[in-house]
């Protein structure tokens, strides 16, 4: 045979797997049988062995894993499955100590429940009359999706629950990963063990799942009617008893001290254990102080992850890049010789800002020490400068924008009174293409539209192509266009225009957030949003820019409502904004809940005794309250501390508003 015979032939067997793998992932139909695929599969191995030339990216050899089907019907979680904020050292944690403090108002001794962090798949387990129901994946922590069939095939999960004190409605939590020894015989096919267990669990066909010896350790609940016990350490202990696995090694400890102590010893063993683990997990331990704690946006008050020491290596500074961010900053990147840290290839580094440059004094081609922590990008730790080539220059750092070539500034910070170490693009509004690409990634994110299917590669191919230049040009795709694009097909543009349907309704909250204006996060789109009620009042008030009505709510400060005004002053900003208004159906932030406090205002003056400003604020609005940061005619109440601003209550005083105490406040909610 020729080589362009051999060529052809191998072409064929590949086109064939593409096709059976669409049949088997994308359509669970498998048209033939696995021996029948598995033969074609060994030809290609066997093909590539033999002839060296031979490489497809379709090709077996090159899968990772294999292909994880899209469609799993939705969940929302009772209880978002939010994630765990990170502290890396001593002084980490006691900061994250003394924040509980500061939201309990007073310093107690806190015991903590000290578990594994298992570095693998989080899943949550519905069990009701003591049957398991929905076996459920996180997701983005609000909406997961069913993958209930292929949790069963997991021996550690119990189907059923035999003991008389299983609530009636429970959601256990836990996570799904791979031992190591296991992982060791399926290498070849995953990039890491947690891939392994991510993608054997997003398999339409669970026989595949089964395939893949998976582990489950219970560590949490979600949603529960009536658990009543003291401690998250009981919990742990009833979930044994139940039937769940749970971690060996979880721990009562009663102080920082003995965790810094633990955490030395353990990571000492880590890597004799036989699973991948990146810390240690500190949650308070009282069930009841982490009800009063709750949550932020993203993680909840009284639990953290504690780290493990990164990994480093040295390797060479190819070339630094800047790469231009949606809010404008400029973020120097240095693309390095490829190199292995811990078991991931490393390829770029970030060198955060200008002034890191400067301060390091980093240049092209210096020797540099690498450091990787968990899923945190890369950084340069120190130069070694004795490596250092002669005659190198200084990097210059770009003052003109690298995408656009506008002006480039460094804020002055009025409170720290330093110019900000970061600069920024002043080209604002979509005038800047890197800018505006930046926005559109993250109009489609997660914890924004959650647009699947439109990643952020996607994002940028349509970008270059002009079918999206603006949020809106997503909502107007000409599909029949995209479908003759290479890699997509009828399938994968119908799951395209199906989550581009979906996502058109949108929570006000999310709509403010989605559009990416700089200091307006998630928690704060919620103040603006709790505050604006729907979209309509929002698009009247961007057209009569007062933003300064936010000043009156708890939380929003003169940095947001700058911000706010910058965005708005520019025209297309305001055009989009109002044409997204016009596309999506944007959900009116309903006041839902008939607490006791329902449609009641409040405000707190003076030091309030034994709970934090934040907790206060929380307890009224779990009680369908709110709360203002200024008198007036709107407010209800007035909440007095100890050594309140004696003008307030003058002003409450002459607005005939109610004066009261804490304590007050507490038998209003009894
Ligand atoms: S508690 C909101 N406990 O870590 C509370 N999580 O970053 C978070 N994880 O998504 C869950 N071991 O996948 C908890 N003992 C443990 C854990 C643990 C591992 C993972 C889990 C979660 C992530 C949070």
């Known amino acids: 045979m020729s080589k ?33 695929y598995d033969k074609i599969k060994n030809e290609i191995i066997e093909l590539e062995k033999k002839y060296n030339y031979l490489k497809n990216e379709n090709s077996p050899n090159n899968l990772v894993g294999f292909k994880p089907s899209k469609s799993f019907e939705k969940y929302k979680h009772k209880v978002p499955m939010l994630s765990l904020s990170n502290v890396f050292d001593e002084d980490d944690l006691l900061n994250f100590e003394k924040k509980i403090f500061n939201y309990l108002n007073k310093n107690i001794k806190i015991q903590y429940s000290v578990e594994p962090k298992i570095d693998g798949i989080s899943a949550s387990l519905t069990y009701i009359n003591k049957k398991l129901k929905y076996g459920v994946s996180r997701g983005d922590g609000q909406t997961g999706e069913i993958i209930t069939e292929n949790l069963k095939t997991i021996n550690d999960i119990p189907l059923e629950i035999k003991s008389n004190d299983f609530p009636n409605e429970i ?49 949490t609940f979600g949603y529960s009617q009536r658990y009543l016990k003291k401690n998250q350490s009981d919990f742990l202990n009833d979930l044994k008893k139940w039937g769940f696995k749970i971690n060996e090694d979880n721990k009562v400890l009663n102080s920082i001290n003995q965790l810094i102590e633990f955490h030395k010893s353990f990571e000492l063993r880590r890597f004799d254990l036989d699973y991948d683990l990146d810390g240690l997990v500190y949650k308070v331990n009282d069930l009841n102080l982490q009800n009063r704690l709750g949550f932020t946006s993203n993680s909840p008050r009284w639990a953290v992850a504690h780290k493990f020491a990164a990994d480093s290596a040295n390797t060479k500074i190819i070339n630094i890049e800047i790469q231009v961010g949606r809010t404008g900053a ?49 950084h340069v730790i120190e130069v070694d400068k004795s490596k250092r080539v002669k005659n190198t220059k200084k990097f210059k750092f770009p003052i003109y924008c690298p995408s656009c070539g506008h002006k480039t500034i460094k804020e002055f910070n009025k409170i720290t009174k330093k110019y900000d170490a970061v600069r920024r693009c002043t080209n604002d509004g979509f005038g800047c293409e890197k800018i505006a690409i930046e926005k559109i990634k993250h109009f489609i994110s997660k914890e924004a539209l959650n647009i699947e299917g439109l990643g952020k590669k996607v994002v940028e191919n349509f970008w270059e192509l002009n079918l999206i230049k603006k949020p809106q040009d997503i909502f107007l795709l000409n599909y029949n266009k995209i479908e003759e694009l290479e890699g997509w097909g009828k399938q994968s543009v119908n799951n395209l225009k199906n989550s581009i349907e979906n996502s058109t309704n949108v929570s006000l909250q999310k709509f403010i957030y989605s559009l990416g204006i700089r200091h307006i996060g998630i928690e704060n789109a919620k ?61 009116s932030q309903i006041s839902n809940k008939n607490g006791v406090l329902k449609d009641k205002c409040f405000m707190f003056t003076g030091k309030l005794n034994g709970m934090s ?40 005083k002459n607005l005939g508003i109610n004066i009261i105490s804490l304590g007050e406040l507490k038998s209003l909610l009894n």
């Open 330 to 378: 400029l973020t120097p990147v240095a693309k390095v010789e490829p190199i292995n840290i811990g078991g991931v290839v490393v390829s770029n580094a970030t060198l955060h800002n200008e002034d890191e440059i400067k301060r390091k004094d980093i240049r092209i081609g210096d020797i540099v020490k690498i450091e990787r922590a968990g899923d945190v990008i890369p």
């Open 4 to 36: 362009k015979e051999i060529k052809k032939n191998y072409l064929k067997k590949i086109n064939k797997i593409i096709k059976h793998n669409k049949k088997y992932y994308d359509e669970s139909n498998p048209i033939i049988t696995d021996a029948e």
């Open 613 to 652: 400003r934040a907790e206060a604020k929380s307890l009224i609005e779990k009680n369908s309250g709110s709360t203002l940061s200024s008198v007036n005619k709107n407010l209800d109440y007035l909440v007095v501390g100890e050594k309140p601003t004696k003008r307030k209550i003058e002003q409450a």
């Open 527 to 587: 103040l603006i949003s709790e505050n604006i009620k729907n979209s309509t009042n929002f698009i009247n008030l961007i057209k009569s820019k007062q933003f300064d009505k936010f000043l009156n709510i708890d939380g929003i400060g003169e940095t947001q409502i700058k911000s706010l005004t910058n965005y708005f002053s520019n025209k297309s900003n305001v055009n989009i904004t109002i044409e997204l208004n016009s596309i999506l159906k944007i959900e």
């Open 171 to 219: 959601e256990i939590r836990g996570e799904v990963f791979i031992n190591k020894k296991d992982f060791f015989k399926i290498k070849d096919k995953f990039a890491n063990p947690r891939n392994a267990a991510s993608g054997s669990l997003r398999q339409k066909n669970p026989n595949e799942t089964k395939k893949i010896p998976l582990n489950f350790i219970a560590y």
